[in-house]
């Protein structure tokens, strides 16, 4: 059983450039939710997604979207970059959408942002 | 607005020390409460859960978390360290959310252990 996988794993961009992040959910897995980890802070949660909708977000601004594919993979779309967005965006899979289901989370994509 | 406070941010101990690091959440109904670990170079990775029933929940690696209503606290405790132990601890908390699985995550407690 493949776990939750990440590209690219490092990245580098500049301030006001755009940016996509991308996920592959466990298989079976129909929903995706992404958290962003500043440095010395937990996880803070952006959205999820479930069978292709957006079904939940945190306190993002628009400028964050995403999508996710008929094969339940997932997108992360950051656009007009700004200094504080440099993170670990986590992408976590889970079987259904709804809190009785456990996430299991991918190892991640740094973003930094100069 | 929920919350997660972890009171430890750093915590040091010696192999075959007892540990116990402190959650509290904020939130007056139904929680489901998490601790999830981050070894060095790794994925977030589930230690235990708590969903329902016996409050004291065993987890992997010979950790255990109990949960006291009371007191709002999930707190995660392990009778004896390995030095493999050394890692980011995340206390997490989800709440019903409208029909999303969204996890709420304390800042974490960094545990370095010395052989």
């Known amino acids: 059983e493949t776990g939750v996988t990440q590209s690219p794993t490092h990245l580098i961009k500049t301030r006001g450039q755009q940016v996509t992040l991308r996920c592959s959910s466990q298989s079976g897995h129909n929903t995706v939710s992404w958290y962003q980890q500043a440095l010395g802070q937990g996880p803070q949660f952006i959205f999820q997604y479930y069978r292709e909708e957006e079904n939940g977000r945190g306190n993002f601004p628009p400028r964050f979207s995403g999508l996710q594919f008929p094969n339940y993979s997932s997108e992360l779309n950051v656009n007009a970059l700004e200094l504080d967005d440099s993170a670990l965006y986590l992408c976590?899979?889970?079987?259904?959408?709804?809190?009785?289901?456990?996430?299991?989370f991918g190892p991640g994509t740094r973003l930094t942002v100069t | 607005a929920q919350s997660v406070s972890q009171h430890n941010h750093h915590v040091i101990l010696s192999e075959a020390a007892s540990l116990e690091l402190g959650c509290n959440y904020s939130?007056?109904?139904?929680?489901?409460l998490f601790w999830y670990v981050q070894y060095p170079g790794q994925h977030l990775q589930l230690l235990l859960k708590?969903?329902?029933?016996?409050?004291l929940v065993k987890g992997i690696k010979g950790f255990e978390a109990e949960f006291i209503k009371s007191k709002f606290s999930f707190n995660l405790r392990k009778p004896s360290v390995q030095w493999s132990d050394t890692a980011e601890y995340f206390c997490?908390?989800?709440?019903?959310?409208?029909?999303?699985?969204?996890?709420?995550f304390g800042a974490g407690t960094r545990l370095a252990v010395h052989p």
């Open positions: 708590y969903f329902s029933g016996d409050p």
């Open positions: 997490a908390v989800k709440t019903p959310s409208g029909g999303y699985n969204k996890l709420i």
């Open positions: 939130y007056g109904g139904t929680v489901n």
């Open positions: 976590a899979s889970s079987p259904d959408r709804f809190a009785s289901y456990e996430q299991y």
